[in-house]
């Protein structure tokens, strides 16, 4: 200790000024954190002496905590640093601005206009402008000339405008990001000891020096050293790539890590570093998670070289692409960025170290359903529009061409060049505005405006999302898998009946009836043998019902002993928790607790408590009325079993068993960790039956699940007798149906062949008709999930909800496709695996979410069927108009503004559309559904029909109808006129009109149903008209405009009132008689991607693991395409006769890579990518084909960890000879 002391000194010296009185500096203790095992216990022993001397040189206690006054909490944030690791900086407004600007389509068009500036500042010399042509001449007012510039600067201005509002939007949504970021992070509480008082606060707020409490399922908010622990193991593999899990001990490792998972146990630890100096915090800093991280080209290529080095999968951690938002990460120890949060052993093959599983960080996950249907359709309309441009432009010019230099015979003069191009330039600038108002560039806004109001408002409605695609999943959903306790009932247990002293008890008995020996032994057993960190507070309001903190069942058992007047608290003051010899906490495999206490003559005595079929068995003993205990039989289980279990199952209560054994002092003492020695011979106390009443919103919201198409299962550890009833109750089961409700074990012999591997067809046999799983293990529970999600027996790919509260819930959550975690009862790993929070814990709010998902989907619909509208008549008229009169009737000022109504306004007002409960009176749209209806397809047409009509109407016959000038045939810096002003304003009113109608898309009639529910809507339609009037009234030359009078304007306005009333027509005519009419925005398919766009798929970075692996084999692309045409026949004539080739059925069944070979000898590995040689590539190129990889596929160890999957022969490539792939070649 000497040399310790004076170094001491030494420090205190030097650092005195901040380290105020504290016996260790922060440098001590981060160099103590980076120890392990021995070495960190002989580095504590040295310095400190032990873990109490730690303690002392942070001022703390071990019983007591901290003091928890102001002054001392602030002095540690101070010296030791606060648990909180800064975030990324937000991008700037100006950064936005610029990457807004990066458009094609705008840069194009600024080009443009800067060009007509500059040359609309050139004058032509003495030249006359008569001899430069027809066109040109014509301009008697020399001020008319001058303002030439006004167009290029407008073009300019509405170009700003939309980078302005584009940019707007973003930085909006990242604001959203970013609180709710910090909404979430609020939530997260740890338990901690201050003053002597157990306490919950805000995992920011925990300092170096506190006691923290641990437990199951937590993860760690900072690093610190073991006081004390139960059984304690750790999931260390997020920091060190390990999936074993490891012990913890103070003999042996007592050193906890931030960031890593309590797999089991519980205990007791003092924190000794928070924030950026844990173990986390350091790795962070190191990835630069803390500074602002420039996205250099040169660090994107190097990442895409060292994952092309590495070619791992590491773990699919779902993402949003544009939120960067690090998961639910508690503690605001956001290190553990997205890959490293895992619960799931990675293979440790996988597990390299940490540091470099996080550079190659975030695979990105395949698109969600809906942005793949839209991104595909914005780059097909945006093809067309292209064409359509190309075409104005080059039409536009040969017409100028041929009338200037062939009918008028005019020579190139010199002089007359500027003129020649500022009239190209228009017709460009023409072309670039066709271009601009095709392209759909508000469909992405739609979707994120959408995405983003539904989740700020599915947070009123109890839904935290965390991934932005959950939202829209759920509407597609049509399976949910719900846990049993505190989703479907109210996670409120009290002890109702109890089988005690051979007597079974309907309700609790008064104390006096029960012989005080057994009553003795039952309240001391409850008493040690719940966690200490549940209890039964007094209640918050009076007269209201005790608060229940800590494990529910624990709770119903220290109330049981409560209602037989005995204080549980006095006990366990008498023997406080390190007073406990040895604790067996609870796990999903022991499925019971037990804890030895010590006694004073040196025998142990054992008390445990379980579900009660697992512990009877392990009964040899049971105590009679009188208090002794007599020898309980396997024949008496039986009778009790029939008697006493399975009437307080049919009930809906769970059964659990208190029991206790005696280890006398003469026997020396036995191994503790040989457990099965341990756990038998027990003598049994008592059953008690607990009672966890049906939330009474549950039934309703379960009928609504049915009637909108989704079945909801039961998926618990209950017994089966328990589950059924109250499955019964919820209505999941419904009289007279034909339904399954297995157990565990009888689950998985169905599932399973002679070889012990799950198959799927086996799976399909049985989910279909599966409505509650009992007794299951985790497990069973992933298996259900990925059996469903991979079965490929319904028409529609199965789109599966998972709720979960356990950390062992963790792989079932990740799987599936959306998985919402307890936000109450839920621990922290469960949260981190899942999408969507439930932060009542209530499967009504499950509706909710399903109401909202489905409604973005509508939402997004209804902007499509506008804009289509809007595109495809603007681009018509552009077109024909520049091809008849040499000139686009609508200007591009005029185009860019009607874009900004239709693309960025329009995308507002409909997206943002509350959800009505009509939503739920339909059948999911599934995956493959087009975006675009028939119905749509006929209001589009219809629409576009209309519209064209009028505006053609207007061009060719408007003059005479209002006895104005004709606008046609204008020369190049003409006046705006009245004619061509009349045609814009009708156009705009028709587009106001018809977004009214769009707000319906299944072709309703009555459009204004509930219009004023949607305040967004009416104010920015009304918005939308006032500026119109402005622009036509005072836009003047910039919008090339001229003020209306009265007359006009009403009949512009009749004319677009005009939509409403054709609306009505349409909608009377039935769809089913169109049968011309296509649908459009499917899902892709893989084979449909042409290889340009894999590449700018490529590019996005949002490509698939297994995509990246074909990217390889492109080169012989074409090589192979004329095999896979033949192939794909091959394989069509096999699917009608033979069903072998399950996987190959219907290129619409997204089954995933590995499922494709439900046969052993057919498994794909996907855990080991390959190289395609040169003849594998035919297979390659084949195989994507096929099989998509399901959304959200996590190429990750679960799927090949042996327990889930059959492990057949490891055949890396995907032709391995027994594949039916492969006999498909060589029959070819």
């Not at 074993?244 to 000794?272: A, N, R, Y």
Request: with cysteine.
């Amino acid at each position: 200790m000497a040399n310790n002391s004076y170094s001491g000194v030494k420090n205190s010296m030097v650092e005195a000024n901040h380290d105020g009185e504290f016996g260790c500096t922060l440098k001590e203790l981060r160099s103590l954190m980076e120890l392990r095992g021995a070495e960190a216990l002989s580095k504590i022993g040295e310095s400190y002496g032990d873990i109490q001397g730690l303690c002392n040189r942070l001022k703390s206690s071990p019983v007591d905590g901290l003091s928890g006054q102001p002054t001392d909490i602030e002095k540690r944030k101070t010296v030791f640093g606060q648990n909180f690791i800064p975030p990324k900086k937000p991008k700037t407004f100006l950064q936005l601005v610029w990457e807004a600007l990066q458009d094609v389509t705008l840069i194009i068009l600024e080009v443009a206009a800067i060009v007509s500036l500059g040359l609309s500042f050139y004058k032509p010399p003495d030249a006359k402008r008569e001899n430069c042509g027809r066109a040109a001449g014509g301009v008697e007012d020399e001020n008319e000339a001058e303002a030439g510039w006004i167009e290029g600067a407008a073009i300019l201005l509405s170009v700003i405008c939309v980078v302005l509002v584009t940019a707007f939007n973003d930085w909006s949504k990242e604001k959203q990001f970013r609180g709710l970021q910090s909404r979430i992070e609020q939530e997260q509480k740890f338990t901690v000891v201050r003053g002597g008082q157990v306490i919950q606060i805000p995992v920011a707020e925990i300092v170096v020096g506190d006691i923290a409490q641990i437990k199951y399922g937590d993860l760690l908010p900072a690093d610190g050293v073991l006081i004390q622990g139960n059984d304690l193991k750790i999931d260390e593999s997020s920091l060190t790539g390990e999936s074993d899990h490891v012990k913890k001990t103070q003999e042996k490792d007592p050193m906890l890590l931030s960031g890593t998972h309590v797999m089991e146990g519980s205990g007791k630890m003092v924190v000794t570093a928070v924030g950026v100096n844990s173990q986390t915090g350091i790795i962070f800093t190191l990835l630069g998670g803390g500074e602002d991280d420039d996205d250099d080209e040169e660090e994107k290529k190097k990442e895409k070289e060292e994952k092309k080095k590495q070619r791992k999968n590491c773990k699919d951690y779902t993402r949003h692409p544009h939120n960067e938002w690090y998961g639910n990460n508690i503690s605001k120890t956001k290190a553990q960025d997205g890959a490293a949060m895992e619960m799931q052993p990675l293979n440790s093959d996988e597990g390299a170290d940490a540091e470099e599983k996080k550079k190659a960080n975030l695979p990105k996950k395949e698109k969600s359903v809906l942005q793949g249907k839209l991104t595909k359709l914005a780059v097909q309309i945006g093809k067309a529009g292209l064409v359509m441009s190309a075409i104005t432009v080059i039409i536009l010019v040969v017409l100028f061409v041929v009338d200037t230099f062939w009918i008028q015979n005019l020579p190139w003069d010199k002089d007359c060049t500027p003129i020649y191009i500022q009239f190209f330039v228009k017709f460009f600038i023409i072309g670039v505005t066709v271009l601009v108002v095709a392209v759909p560039e508000g469909l992405p806004l739609a979707v994120t405006i959408s995405l983003a109001y539904s989740v700020k408002k599915m947070m009123k409605d109890n839904n935290l999302v965390r991934h932005l695609d959950a939202c829209e999943t759920m509407g597609n959903a049509t399976a949910i898998c719900s846990d049993k306790t505190g989703t479907l009932t109210m996670n409120r247990m009290t002890v109702v009946q109890a089988y005690l002293a051979e007597k079974h008890y309907k309700k609790v008995p008064e104390p006096e009836s029960i012989p005080p020996s057994i009553l003795d032994i039952l309240i001391l057993g409850i008493a040690v043998n719940c966690a200490y960190t549940t209890k039964i507070m007094p209640p918050e309001k009076e007269g209201g019902l005790p608060r229940q903190v800590g494990n529910k069942t624990e709770c119903a058992l220290l109330g049981f002993s409560s209602d037989l007047k005995r204080d549980y608290q006095a006990i366990r003051n008498e023997i406080p928790e390190e007073k406990l010899y040895k604790v067996y906490t609870f796990n999903s495999v022991r499925k019971s607790m037990s804890t030895v206490l010590k006694m004073a003559d040196g025998s142990y005595r054992m008390f445990s408590k379980g579900a009660s079929e697992i512990l009877l068995k392990k009964c040899y003993k049971i105590l009679t009325a009188n208090g002794e205990s007599k020898v309980f039989r396997p024949r008496d289980r039986d009778d009790m079993v029939k008697k006493v279990i399975e009437p307080m199952a049919s009930e809906g209560l769970r059964t659990i068993c208190l029991a206790y054994r005696d280890f006398p002092a003469s026997e020396g003492e036995p191994d503790w960790d040989n457990e099965n020695d341990i756990l038998t011979g027990l003598t049994c106390i008592c059953v008690v039956g607990i009672e966890d009443p049906v939330r009474p919103e549950v039934p309703d919201a379960i009928r609504k699940c049915q009637r909108a198409g989704i079945t909801v299962r039961m998926v618990t550890g209950d017994n089966i007798n328990t589950a059924r009833a109250i499955a019964t109750k919820c209505g999941i089961l419904q009289p007279g149906d034909d339904f399954l409700c297995l157990e565990g074990k009888e689950f998985n012999r169905r599932i399973r062949n002679e070889k012990g591997e799950i198959e799927q067809e086996r799976i399909d046999k049985i989910w279909p008709k599966l409505r509650v799983l009992a007794r299951s293990s985790p497990t069973d529970k992933h298996t259900l999930v990925k059996g469903i999600i991979d079965s490929t027996v319904a028409e529609q790919r199965q789109v599966v909800a998972v709720t979960g509260d356990g950390t062992n819930d963790g792989p079932a959550l990740k799987k599936a496709d959306v998985g919402f975690a307890m936000g109450i009862a839920g621990t922290d790993v469960a949260k981190e695996a899942s999408d969507i929070i439930l932060t009542d814990d209530n499967f009504s709010s499950i509706v909710k979410a399903v109401m909202w998902g489905r409604n973005v989907y509508d939402s997004i619909s209804k902007f499509l069927q506008f804009q289509l509208t809007v595109n495809v008549v603007a681009v018509i008229v552009a077109f024909t108009g520049a091809c008849i009169t040499q000139d686009s009737p609508l200007k591009a000022v005029q185009m860019l503004w009607v874009n900004l109504i239709m693309d960025t306004f329009a995308s507002l007002a409909l997206a943002t559309e509350p959800p009505t409960e009509a939503l739920l009176l339909r059948k999911p749209y599934g995956r493959n559904k087009p975006l675009i209806s028939r119905t749509m397809m006929k209001n589009i047409l219809g629409q576009g029909v209309y519209q064209l009509v009028i505006i053609f109407s207007l061009l060719f016959a408007g003059e005479k109808v209002f006895d104005i000038d004709s606008g046609r045939n204008a020369p190049l810096h003409a006046p705006p006129s009245e004619h061509y002003t009349i045609v814009f304003n009708t156009f705009v009113m028709m587009q106001l009109f018809n977004e009214i109608n769009a707000r319906k898309i299944h072709g309703e009639r009555n459009v204004f149903d509930g219009i004023f529910n949607n305040l967004i809507f009416c104010s920015i339609v009304f918005g939308t008209f006032i500026v119109q009037i402005v622009i036509v009234q005072f836009g003047g030359k910039p919008f090339s405009c001229v003020a209306l009078s009265i007359d006009q304007w009403l009949w512009c306005t009749f004319l677009g009132f005009g939509s409403l009333l054709w609306g009505q027509v349409i909608s009377s005519i039935p769809t089913s008689r169109l049968k011309f009419l296509k649908t459009a925005g499917h899902g892709t398919q893989k084979e449909e991607i042409p290889d340009e766009e894999l590449e700018e798929l490529e590019d996005m970075d949002e490509i698939d693991h297994a995509e990246r692996e074909l990217r390889r084999g492109q080169i012989l692309w074409f090589r192979g395409l004329n095999r896979i045409q033949t192939q794909i026949r091959v394989v069509n004539a096999f699917r009608s006769s033979i069903s072998l080739y399950e996987g190959l059925e219907k290129p619409e069944s997204r089954t995933s890579i590995h499922n494709f070979m439900t046969h052993p000898e057919f498994r794909i590995e996907d855990s080991e990518p390959h190289i395609p040689l040169i003849d594998d590539t035919d297979a390659e190129d084949d195989a994507p084909t096929k099989l998509s990889p399901s959304p959200n596929q996590n190429n990750n160890a679960v799927e090949s960890s042996n327990h889930l999957l059959p492990e057949g022969p490891k055949s890396g490539t995907p032709s391995a000879p027994g594949s039916p792939l492969h006999s498909l070649e060589t029959s070819l």
